[in-house]
Nanobody, 120 residues
Framework: QVQLVESGGGLVQPGGSLRLSCAAS????????MAWYRQAPGQQRELVAM???????NYVDSVKGRFTISRDNAKNTVYLQMNSLKPEDTAVYSC??????????????WGQGTQVTVSS
C-alpha cells in the first residue's frame, strides 16, 4: 500500500521559515511529478509548487522567490522550503505525487495535510 506522510508544519512568525517534507512509502515502482498544494479556510485548494522527475519546478506567483521545492528521488521524498513567510501563507499544506505501484497503474496520491500558521 502506497502512502504519503508529511512533516514539518507548525506556527511561525511573519518573516520566518519552515521546511515541509513528504515521504512516499510502500510498494513503489516509480514516481512521476510531485507537488505541494495548500488550502486556506474558506478558499479553494491551490497548487503551490510542482517538480518533475528531472527537477524542473513551477511555482504559483505568490510564492516565487520565497519558496523552493526539491526532491530526493533515492528517498522518494519531496521538500518545500518556505522563507519570508507571510500571514497569507497560512493554510493546510498537502503533498501530491503521481505514483506507479509495483502491482498497478499510475495513480495520484495525497498526503494527509499539515497545518502551517504564520502569525505574530
Amino acid at each position: 500500500q502506497v502512502q504519503l506522510v508529511e512533516s514539518g508544519g507548525g506556527l511561525v512568525q511573519p518573516g520566518g521559515s519552515l521546511r515541509l517534507s513528504c515521504a512516499a512509502s510502500g510498494s513503489i515502482f516509480s514516481i512521476n511529478s510531485m507537488a505541494w498544494y495548500r488550502q486556506a479556510p474558506g478558499q479553494q485548494r491551490e497548487l503551490v509548487a510542482m517538480i518533475t522527475t528531472g527537477g524542473g519546478a513551477n511555482y504559483v506567483d505568490s510564492v516565487k522567490g520565497r519558496f523552493t521545492i526539491s526532491r530526493d528521488n533515492a528517498k522518494n521524498t519531496v521538500y518545500l522550503q518556505m522563507n519570508s513567510l507571510k500571514p497569507e501563507d497560512t493554510a493546510v499544506y498537502s503533498c501530491y505525487a503521481e505514483i506507479t505501484p509495483r502491482d498497478g497503474p499510475r495513480f495520484p496520491y495525497w498526503g494527509q495535510g499539515t497545518q502551517v500558521t504564520v502569525s505574530s
